[in-house]
């Protein structure tokens, strides 16, 4: 098995997840089987009670793991299905140590950094899939970080563990550009180089995040002052159409070739034209179309990632351009009228999200959906929220709403779920992870999907209330989506609508940008559809 160990230089926010991800790409295209992992140096035990205006959006694996969003461009950019041993944190790490003492496993020795955290990251390093041919692990933070040191402590002593040739350490690092020098500068990466020499690990290849194209003079500058080949200095130009041109932006490099090349893998030529179809479907779309995501985390795009992805997916395979404007929820609230917010929109979509903050506005945003007949698309929340508007406004219970935001109410339209409500400890309580789904034949749901059971992954502790079913079905709100084990209402659609759809999961997870998800691809669909009649 060859291990490649992804580290970040200068900044933050450098794009080394999507790197690794489109390193990945690039190898399956070589008919490699690739295995990915993220450790992430902060002592959360995981992301899921962090706040994503603050850390980005939490990524939910198959097997219900709460994670990095990286961990998405992992699964989107590769054909991996990643579980809890692609992820770890120093939380984790510390904990199982911790554990470890307790229970007398270290034979009454000291506990400390060096033997006993290092030895616990480079288990689980080991621990990757066994049938992998190579393993890509990327190391959250930055090179100097304090508390990322044991993570490339470990590293170096893996590397020594190994034969070089299994091992290759892929250094990402920024390359300013200062206006007023009106000149790019090579002084931080040198020194983010140093750095990671100082702790005893030397690069194999550089890649130079840059506004602009580097010259062959400072490429030779890198090399020499860092000790790399000037070939393995790799140019990564911010993208100016897509994400997904990356894979083949790094092909162009040669990055793929020079990785087999470093770690004596013979492999296939690789097959860059799927990615190269994909790029050209954005750059060249037949249609366009403005969705209106109304959202509450306004402050990180990175708090709908995945949604944001998912959307572009769909467009990819509806051969259309995608906008998507983002509608602050609270400022509806604010309206009297919001008839002028949507009049440019095609199609309106409700993401997730936790608390009663900016609920009013997208109450408001459902409404005007279903009394317009704007396809509407309500992600976990916003299918709660469809219900809510729904119960509020067709069913005449004024005050129905969810036990979340108003535990009192009248009409609890939406509840927590029976096995919650003794929880206390709220880090990865929820209904985490892929549950079957029931499809009803002949609805809009079913003919999306094309499948009558299917397996999506959840994040969520409330539920519709099943003692209103009945009467939401009477008036045109119908359950077609069930959880076969716990009669859990999953999708509700509106009967005489063109496009009407809330789903309790969170399908963003399983869409990738060679095969959108299907309701995605329904709900950009229908806006076409509507939009030619």
Not at 41 to 54: A, E, K, R, V
Not at 114 to 124: A, L
Not at 353 to 365: D, H, S, T, V
Request: glycine letters at 6%; charged letters at 25%.
């Amino acid at each position: 098995m060859k291990y490649i160990f992804i580290t970040g230089g200068v900044v933050s926010s450098l794009g080394k997840g999507l790197t690794a991800g489109s390193l990945g790409a690039l190898l399956e295209c070589r008919g490699l089987k690739v295995c990915t992992q993220k450790f992430d140096p902060y002592l959360n035990i995981d992301p899921g009670t962090m706040n994503p205006s603050q850390h980005g959006e939490v990524y939910v694996l198959q097997d219900g793991t709460e994670t990095d969003l990286d961990l998405g461009h992992y699964e989107r950019f590769t054909s991996s299905v990643l579980s809890q041993k692609n992820t770890l944190t120093s939380g984790q790490i510390y904990a199982s140590v911790l554990q470890k003492e307790r229970n007398g496993d270290y034979l009454g020795k000291t506990v400390q950094v060096i033997p006993h955290v290092t030895n616990e990251i480079k288990e689980r390093i080991y621990a990757a899939e066994e049938d992998a041919d190579v393993v890509i692990t990327e190391i959250g933070g930055t090179t100097g970080d304090i508390e990322g040191l044991p993570f490339l402590e470990a590293l170096r002593q893996l590397a020594l563990e190994l034969d070089h040739e299994n091992v290759l350490f892929v250094h990402v690092t920024l390359i300013p550009f200062l206006k007023a020098a009106g000149e790019l500068k090579t002084k931080p990466t040198q020194q983010s180089v140093a750095k990671l020499r100082e702790i005893g690990i030397q690069p194999d290849i550089i890649i130079c995040r840059t506004e602009i194209p580097i010259s062959d003079d400072m490429r030779q500058k890198i090399s020499l002052f860092c000790n790399v080949p000037v070939k393995s200095v790799i140019e990564e130009l911010d993208l100016k159409v897509s994400i997904y041109e990356l894979p083949s932006l790094l092909h162009s490099e040669k990055l793929d070739e020079i990785v087999c090349q470093k770690l004596r893998i013979q492999t296939q030529a690789c097959d860059i034209q799927p990615w190269e179809n994909i790029v050209e479907k954005i750059k060249f779309p037949k249609h366009e179309c403005t969705v209106g995501l109304v959202a509450k985390y306004l402050d990180v795009k990175d708090a709908y990632k995945s949604v944001y992805e998912a959307i572009a997916h769909s467009g990819i395979g509806n051969d259309c351009k995608v906008n998507v404007e983002v509608i602050d929820a609270e400022e509806l609230e604010q309206l009297n009228d919001v008839d002028e917010f949507f009049r440019d929109i095609d199609g309106i979509l409700l993401a997730g999200g936790f608390g009663n903050r900016g609920i009013e506005g997208k109450i408001l945003a459902a409404k005007f959906a279903r009394e317009h007949h704007i396809p509407y698309f309500g992600l976990c929340l916003g299918m709660q929220i469809a219900a809510i508007e729904f119960a509020r406004h067709v069913l005449h219970y004024a005050d129905a709403n969810s036990t979340e935001m108003v535990p009192e109410t009248s009409y609890p339209i939406i509840r927590m779920m029976l096995d919650q409500i003794n929880i206390t400890q709220k880090g990865g309580t929820m209904r985490l992870g892929t549950y079957p789904c029931k499809l009803i034949p002949e609805t809009k749901a079913h003919n999306a999907y094309k499948s009558t059971y299917v397996n999506e992954r959840h994040r969520h502790r409330y539920e519709f209330n099943n003692d209103y079913r009945e009467e939401f079905e009477k008036h045109g709100m119908l359950a077609s989506g069930i959880n076969p084990e716990l009669n859990l209402i999953e999708i509700l659609e509106l009967r005489d609508h063109p496009w009407f759809v809330g789903v309790q999961f969170h399908p963003e997870f399983q869409s990738k940008p060679r095969q959108a998800h299907p309701l995605f691809l329904a709900f950009i669909a229908a806006i076409l559809q509507k939009k030619q009649r």
